[in-house]
């Protein structure tokens, strides 16, 4: 437990959250875009029909109707789902943990990216994990080195395919195949984290890695979150249906279940056909501000600094030359009304003190420019 | 990990929740008695004022106003609490959950009664605890059997002070006074978990035994599950600041934090002053079946077994004579259409395969009535 230290970004947003920042730091969605009528028309349906059922203990697994509506959602994702295969968790954090303290003993070894998820990379901390870690490029985790990570014989591989958090990268087709099959062919657990999945602006859907080879200890999770809304917490994982009992026994003794209500809810918002237009007024939104960012920074900082152009998700990567520190430039960033959050705090394998993250889907278009105007003199003032 | 394996209960929950048994096994109450309309009001105001808030992501300690309502109640339970000691949870499950997984290392020792919470044992065996158990008598844990258990220097203990699970005993207050000036003396984490607290049918409340020694890793839990609907998922867990911080990261590395949503329904739903009287007609309604099972249990067994009278909570306790399995017995009960749990697989430190726990909360008056003359005779033919 010693390892697990305050993460950065929260206490940023606990600092910034009563200012009048700009804030590209956190992973807030901007809340103007939640559906909070639908959500109080589906509140007092659920509790008008079904509320003794809505307040009571339910089953450790999860609300059945909504088990099965995510098993048939995943097999438009290529998984071979069915209920059994389908554990509800509170949020897709939830299921993250549950997985890693499955399949994960302490001192063992992960196979991640670097930079990675920071509560990710927190939850493999408290079980002391060991970490090989793969660069990135444009085409994500850069397979080539997997072997060598391999050789070293990990527990566990975590990779996140789909705009990845932080640099907004997506793994390419070809490479979720080799990463698949070598994983499976070392015998070690895979951990897919595809809570972006569904905020792809541009581009076909690129099926699963967990899809792509047999994995017995093979665990995806995802999320209604980024699609619905996170204040109301579920998410999910699937996996073999014996692991699925394993991971079930375990969410007994952690929290017993998900709420009884709030999976109504959700059941509910899919069933009402609610997820797909709701899906694409979430996409069209961030993908306006994605826009406005990309354009922005390109007027500003061509040539001065690179970035990343994600197909979706909600964030941005941007690197400046080697021996730049943006720890000192976030100090600079905030006494002028902005913040992002520092590379380096998504790299378990060190490095990345160059490097910072952008979050274009808290603040509206406006601010975004006008905060990439400030952000864009930070650096050329730091540069200079 | 190996070590956590189904519930006896809830497969029993999950087995005999589809047939027509009268049901004494579950922890579940009557959804008859649950503040449905009550809840809907609170939803449709929660998501008409607050609706941004109340969909977004959340602190991992908790919404602040419920945090100092939460510190408010526990200082009418003679703890030192302001919001700075209130982490808010998913249960009590997870307080007890977050709490183990801070304060035992995999191996060490947990002092508790024999027999004990279930899914508390369950929590445990996950972190491969070694079990020094005490005994109970109708004054709740004996703790005349406390030094020689501090002298195998365990890393914690547990204790359910109020209407234990499963036996339905209270410890008085003199081993209250007892039990939290030993164990802060031998320098160990004390972990109480007093979740059917407010569920008290007579007498005075006694005070908890955190607040009776200074100990700063004494961790004491509660929850709303009992008093308003467990299907929201909102509970709590009160410590020193200092290890509020701790376990709120590690919260957060568990599942983010506890819904934004159904925290601001509880929060609404103590500041209209609806709590104390719900609990008012939880008590009533609760006494009433009880005060039916222990007359039913009077008229049919007097003499032949015995059994708790519990001023309060959701069970009471029959003991068999010496030699005599309740195991063998539940199969003659399924049969003529009632079920109970064993009370064995309570047993940290084994033993008690002639108890067994009948919960007195889920079926009606004349249900329980009709349940405990089927009981009877069954456990008479089988003494005979």
Not at 266 to 282: D, K, M, S, T
Request: aromatic letters at 8%; one cysteine or more.
């Amino acid at each position: 437990m010693a390892r697990v230290t305050a993460s950065a970004i929260m206490e940023l947003i606990k600092t910034t959250a009563g200012g009048n920042y700009i804030s590209f730091a956190s992973g807030l969605p901007d809340p103007a875009l939640f559906p909070v009528d639908r959500v109080r028309e589906l509140a007092d349906a659920v509790l008008t029909e079904d509320g003794r059922a809505a307040l009571q203990y339910g089953p450790a697994e999860g609300y059945p109707p909504l088990r099965a509506l995510i098993a048939e959602t995943l097999r438009g994702r290529g998984l071979a789902a069915g209920p059994e295969n389908i554990l509800i968790t509170n949020g897709s954090q939830q299921a993250l943990d549950l997985a890693v303290r499955a399949l994960l003993n302490p001192g063992e070894g992960v196979v991640l990216e670097n930079p990675s998820y920071l509560a990710a990379v927190q939850a493999f901390d408290s079980y002391e994990a060991r970490y090989h870690v793969l660069p990135l490029d444009d085409g994500g985790m850069v397979t080539e080195a997997l072997p060598a990570a391999l050789a070293e014989r990990p527990a566990l591989a975590y990779t996140l395919p789909n705009f990845q958090n932080p640099t907004g990268l997506t793994l390419t087709g070809e490479r979720r195949a080799e990463l698949a099959e070598a994983i499976a062919g070392a015998g070690i657990a895979l951990l897919e984290d595809d809570a972006y999945h569904d905020l792809r602006f541009e581009g076909d859907s690129l099926p699963s890695v967990c899809a792509l080879a047999e994995n017995p200890r093979a665990v995806y999770c995802g999320t209604l979150s980024k699609t619905i809304a996170p204040g109301l917490r579920v998410g999910y994982l699937c996996a073999e249906a014996s692991l699925v009992v394993r991971l079930g026994q375990l969410k007994q003794i952690t929290d017993l279940h998900t709420g009884s209500f709030t999976q109504r809810i959700v059941y509910r918002y899919c069933e009402r056909g609610w997820l797909e237009p709701g899906i694409r007024a979430f996409c069209e939104s961030y993908r306006r501000r994605r826009d406005v960012l990309l354009e922005a920074l390109a007027a500003e900082l061509t040539g001065i600094v690179r970035w990343t152009r994600p197909a979706g998700g909600m964030f941005v990567w941007v690197t400046l030359p080697e021996g730049h520190h943006t720890g000192a430039l976030l100090e600079q960033a905030m006494r002028r009304g902005i913040v992002f959050v520092p590379g380096a705090s998504f790299h378990p394998g060190g490095g990345g003190e160059n490097t910072l993250r952008l979050n274009f889907v808290s603040a509206t278009e406006e601010k975004i420019r006008e905060g990439i105007g400030i952000l864009s003199g930070v650096i050329r003032e730091s540069l200079a």
